[in-house]
């Protein structure tokens, strides 16, 4: 295949041109959360010719995600397999000149450095507030610059943060709203069309920084509604708080250094409850497997087990990690996972 032919749309466009594009081949980027927005960021970096993208992902594909999670099929439903992976196969046959690395992990504090300390640039695709500020943090501590996404609804935002020279997270969301009060898509939905504005918008930042393009950057925090039709760019280029942002103003990196991180956490939309755990294990499969044989139908690949009782389903990844359905309460969850899986 002759490449330049594979990228002549893009080289034609003024903006990156032969120059640009070369720069994208060099270019490496990681996708933090590969559900509705990292499927959309994923598809269009690998297809742009971002030379590296890494796709990070705790979970695995679900019937309900293929509304909107552009990547999937259902034979991936079938096969169990992490969305991560999914991505990745996907992927690589669209453009075998890329490295896709799939990476099956939930990001904390623990792992979030050595997830990105080798990119140039990295993407939001996750679903939670906790998981942005951890990443705000890690852009300012490695000077990597990041670009967060948001969707709910009909509505969503996007804004491009460059370390310690544009406002950061904390500069113009100090906290995370409470929880009470922030809708998520386990309470009102999302809608594909959404997603996908909002994941275009963050797709060409990352070409225009990876094309080195930075006076194209957006100045905006975007703001965007695609039921009422409505878009709002509020200007932030002033907006840094460099004098009172703890993160970027005061080097405190709150998120990162978290003492103790969230064991429990319910998955939005799923009626299920993550399990994961302080140090990392490495599960046996075939051992659990067989421990299990008696208590219900399991089913097993190389990336997890699913125990299925009438009830529940758990399932349980190779990193202890483990998916409860069935159950929206904690304190079951953590049952149901010490009776059948153990401490
Ligand atoms: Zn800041």
């Known amino acids: 295949m002759n490449p330049s032919e594979r990228y002549s749309r893009q080289t034609l466009f003024g903006g990156i041109g032969v120059e640009g594009q070369a720069r994208l081949g060099t270019g490496r980027c990681a996708v933090i959360g590969c559900g509705a927005l990292g499927s959309?960021?994923?598809?269009?970096?690998?297809?742009?010719?971002?030379?590296?993208?890494?796709?990070?992902?705790?979970?695995?594909?679900?019937?309900?995600?293929?509304?909107?999670?552009?990547?999937?099929?259902?034979?991936?439903?079938?096969?169990?397999?992490?969305?991560?992976?999914?991505?990745?196969?996907?992927?690589?046959?669209?453009?075998?000149?890329?490295?896709?690395?799939?990476?099956?992990?939930?990001?904390?504090?623990?792992?979030?450095?050595?997830?990105?300390?080798?990119?140039?640039?990295?993407?939001?695709?996750?679903?939670?507030?906790?998981?942005?500020?951890?990443?705000?943090?890690?852009s300012l501590e490695l000077g990597i610059p990041w670009i967060y996404g948001a969707a709910v609804g009909s509505y969503g935002l996007t804004m491009t943060i460059r370390p310690h020279e544009t406002p950061c997270l904390r500069c113009v969301f100090p906290s995370p709203p409470p929880a009470e009060h922030s809708p998520t898509c386990d309470t009102a939905g999302v809608l594909g069309p959404i997603i996908n504005m909002i994941a275009s918008v963050q797709a060409c930042e990352a070409i225009k920084l990876l094309a080195g393009?930075?006076?194209?950057?957006?100045?905006?925090?975007?703001?965007?509604?695609?039921?009422?039709?409505?878009?709002?760019?509020?200007?932030?280029?002033?907006?840094?708080?460099?004098?009172?942002?703890?993160?970027?103003?005061?080097?405190?990196?709150?998120?990162?250094?978290?003492?103790?991180r969230s064991t429990l956490t319910t998955l939005c939309g799923r009626n299920a409850i993550q399990i994961s755990h302080r140090e990392r294990r490495d599960v046996d499969l075939e051992a659990l497997a067989r421990k299990l044989a008696g208590v219900g139908e399991v089913e097993r690949n190389a990336y997890l087990l699913r125990l299925k009782t009438p009830d529940h389903e758990i399932t349980v990844f190779r990193d202890g990690r483990a998916i409860v359905g069935g159950t929206d309460d904690a304190a079951a969850a953590r049952s149901l996972y010490a009776r059948f899986i153990g401490d």
């Open 213 to 260: 393009k930075i006076e194209s950057l957006s100045p905006y925090l975007l703001q965007m509604d695609v039921w009422d039709l409505t878009f709002r760019p509020l200007k932030i280029a002033n907006a840094r708080q460099g004098d009172s942002c703890p993160a970027c103003g005061h080097g405190q990196r709150d998120y990162l250094r978290a003492e103790t």
């Open 40 to 138: 959309v960021l994923a598809n269009t970096l690998v297809r742009a010719g971002v030379g590296f993208v890494r796709i990070v992902d705790r979970d695995f594909v679900d019937l309900s995600n293929l509304q909107r999670q552009v990547l999937f099929n259902e034979r991936d439903v079938q096969d169990r397999l992490p969305k991560a992976e999914a991505a990745r196969r996907r992927l690589s046959e669209v453009n075998s000149e890329i490295e896709i690395e799939a990476v099956v992990e939930d990001v904390d504090a623990t792992n979030v450095l050595r997830l990105v300390d080798d990119v140039d640039v990295i993407l939001d695709g996750s679903d939670n507030f906790a998981l942005r500020y951890l990443v705000n943090d890690a």
